[in-house]
């Protein structure tokens, strides 16, 4: 009895052992891929932050140039003070 359990368990383990090293194999590939999404998704996060910022940025920017050329402009075309 103790033979045909062990033939049995010698039969499966041959026949186990290539799709579980092909499995191990698969299931290492995909964390190096989820790692890859990882880091390129944290990326883009970055990134989209960063084109967010640039319109306020440019916007402020013009801002503080329009108000510059404003008060440039009113200061020129200012009536002469008398004395």
Known sequence: ???KVVSRENYLNNHLDQPLSSFRTTHGHLAEVKEQYRQASGGVTERTRTLT???L???FSLGATV???SSVRNWLTRP???P
Do not use: A, D
């Open 67 to 69: 108000f510059v050329v």
């Open 1 to 3: 009895m103790m033979l």
């Open 53 to 55: 910022e640039v319109p």
């Open 80 to 82: 002469p003070v008398q």
């Open 57 to 59: 940025r440019v916007f």
